[in-house]
T-cell receptor, first 115, second 108 residues
Framework: DAGVIQSPRHEVTEMGQEVTLRCKPI?????LFWYRQTMMRGLELLIY????????DSGMPEDRFSAKMPNASFSTLKIQPSEPRDSAVYFC?????????????FGEGSRLTVL | AQTVTQSQPEMSVQEAETVTLSCTYD???????LFWYKQPPSRQMILVIR??????QNATENRFSVNFQKAAKSFSLKISDSQLGDTAMYFC?????FGKGTKLTVNP
């Protein structure tokens, strides 16, 4: 079975540009999570969805960040405009059932570098 | 709010030895699950072991076992017979809070 699929694996962009990260969760999973990982802050939860509806976006750092889940098999995380401090690895994860009781399945991450 | 504390940012152990990673957490919930995840240098996050809070028996998975102390909100991971492939970041999220983790290095 295919796992969580993220694209791109690596993205290098210049400050001010728009960045879009994509995620395809595991089929049948009803929870989708976006995380950001940096050395300074560790792995932080940005937002999560249940049945395509955003449930908690309190981790989204600021208005430059937005996330959508138009259907059960696709989600995007957009940064506009991007800044150097957004450089990090962004992970998407999915789970079946209650997010805090079930195992999270992670993608391989998208490494973003903003110059 | 859920919080997690892994007091050892970095640890190292010799191959074949035993190592214990500590984790304390805070939650207001009564029924919950606890997990240990491993993130090797490849970046792929992998579930190591899971503990259900209402079960008193500590979970065991091959060389990995936990010491779950519910009253103390402590959830440590013991790795026996450490292998080079155990080198990774380890996280123990209560609910969805992962934090900075513990970096474990297994030396030959």
């Amino acid at each position: 079975d295919a796992g969580v699929i993220q694209s791109p694996r690596h993205e290098v962009t210049e400050m001010g540009q728009e960045v879009t990260l994509r995620c395809k969760p595991i089929s049948g999973h009803d929870y989708l999570f976006w995380y950001r990982q940096t050395m300074m802050r560790g792995l932080e939860l940005l937002i999560y969805f249940n049945n395509n509806v955003p449930i908690d976006d309190s981790g989204m750092p600021e208005d430059r960040f937005s996330a959508k889940m138009p259907n059960a098999s696709f989600s995007t995380l957009k940064i506009q405009p991007s800044e150097p401090r957004d450089s990090a690895v962004y992970f998407c994860a999915s789970s079946k059932g209650q997010g805090h009781t079930g195992e999270l399945f992670f993608g391989e991450g998208s490494r973003l570098t903003v110059l | 709010a859920q919080t997690v504390t892994q007091s050892q940012p970095e640890m190292s152990v010799q191959e074949a030895e035993t190592v214990t990673l500590s984790c304390t957490y805070d939650t207001s919930e009564n029924n919950y699950y606890l997990f240990w995840y491993k993130q090797p240098p490849s970046r792929q996050m992998i579930l190591v072991i899971r503990q259900e809070a209402y079960k008193q028996q500590n979970a065991t998975e091959n060389r990995f076992s936990v010491n779950f102390q519910k009253a103390a909100k402590s959830f440590s991971l013991k790795i026996s017979d450490s292998q080079l492939g155990d080198t990774a970041m380890y996280f123990c999220p209560p609910k969805l809070v992962f934090g900075k983790g513990t970096k474990l290095t297994v030396n030959p």
